[in-house]
């Protein structure tokens, strides 16, 4: 099995920043897409930011320009810094990855349990 363990939420005030990260272990073979995703109380999950195995990023337009994700292959680990945090980034995060085990399965999608990330005004 794969385990995805999110670390680095808390509570922060408004304008300030914090750093998500995410490692993945177990039975890994190889790691395609990684990504963040966020879901508030009241709201549908959305994605955050994606990183590719070569590091071609995609970000939410309510994110872009103070959010950044990055990724170590050799670790198997993302991160997403966040700088001039807002309330609305309020949120549970979760991690997502798209891992296959074995040199002859296919990709199968595994999420973190999440990690809280509150933004005070």
């Known amino acids: 099995q794969v385990q995805l363990v999110e670390t680095g939420g808390g509570l922060v005030q408004a304008g300030e920043s914090l750093t998500l990260s995410c490692a993945a272990s177990g039975r890994i073979f190889r790691i395609n897409d990684m990504a963040w995703y966020r879901q508030a109380p009241g709201k549908q999950r959305e994605l955050v930011a994606a990183i590719t195995r070569s590091s071609t990023t995609t970000y939410a337009d309510s994110v872009k320009g103070r959010f950044t994700i990055s990724r170590d292959n050799a670790k198997n680990t993302i991160n997403l810094q966040m700088n001039s945090l807002k309330p609305e980034d309020t949120a549970v995060y979760s991690c997502?990855?798209?891992?296959?085990?074995?040199?002859?399965?296919?990709?199968?999608?595994?999420w973190g349990q999440g990690t809280q990330v509150t933004v005070s005004s």
């Open positions: 997502n990855a798209d891992v296959r085990d074995s040199y002859i399965g296919g990709y199968q999608p595994y």
